[in-house]
């Protein structure tokens, strides 16, 4: 089956500090979408993003859907960032499913 | 307007038990989803509903996991003989239409914990 594979798996950086998170998958997909999984558990979706890029303040996404690579930047980093990142993705004819990476789990220190 | 509820937030159960996850999806979503969640991985997909049609259930580990959803809203995840491998936290999801590359939006989970 598919693989997503995400790095860093875990990543700590100071307050204010700027970050990359990578997602790669390998085969084709029909779409994926960025997730914050708060350190209570709750998941938010952050982006919706087969291709291109989109940008929603701090935080902005690409996807080289061609590459079959996906990167999550976070700018000027804030304590409320940490948790953990997920990257997941819909196979192409079968979007009944979303399949995760493992996870970058972030942590963000005053 | 209200999210995705899950009830309990958790539940310990002793090996051998049988237990019963609920999930109330928003109003009106046509799909719904389950999750399972080890301890430091991500989710895992375990079955999919369209209305009350269980259009996938591949991602069930074995035949004491059973998911209902009746009457196209309330869905329940039922456990038997529960097992300690069983322990992990159990996410619902649901979307408005009928297909999952929608949106899909998450409940807070139930924490499972078999002794």
């Known amino acids: 089956g598919i693989q997503v594979e995400q790095s860093p798996p875990d990543l700590i950086l100071q307050e204010g500090a700027n970050s990359t998170l990578r997602c790669n998958f390998s085969d084709s997909v029909n779409n994926l979408q960025w997730f914050h999984q708060n350190p209570w558990g709750q998941l938010i979706n952050l982006f919706y993003?087969?291709?291109g890029t989109k940008q929603n303040g701090r935080l902005s996404a690409t996807t080289v859907a061609t590459e079959r690579y996906s990167l999550l930047y976070i700018s000027s980093s804030q304590t409320t960032d940490s948790g953990v990142y997920f990257c997941?993705?819909?196979?192409?004819?079968?979007?009944?499913?979303?399949?995760f990476g493992k996870g970058t789990r972030l942590h963000i220190l005053p | 307007g209200a999210g995705v509820s899950q009830s309990p937030r958790y539940k310990v159960a002793k090996r051998g038990q049988d237990v019963a996850l609920r999930c109330d999806p928003i109003s009106g979503h046509v799909s719904l989803f389950w999750y399972q969640q080890a301890l430091g991985q991500g989710p895992e997909f375990l079955t999919y509903f369209q209305n009350e049609a269980q259009l996938d259930k591949s991602g069930l580990p074995s035949d004491r996991f059973f998911a209902e959803r009746p009457e196209g809203s309330v869905s329940t995840l039922k456990i038997q003989r529960t097992q300690q491998e069983d322990s992990a936290v159990y996410l619902c999801a649901s979307s408005p239409n009928g297909q999952g590359a929608d949106t899909q939006y998450f409940g807070p989970g139930t924490r499972l914990t078999v002794l």
């Open positions: 997941a993705v819909t196979l192409m004819n079968r979007d009944d499913k979303i399949i």
């Open positions: 993003i087969p291709s």
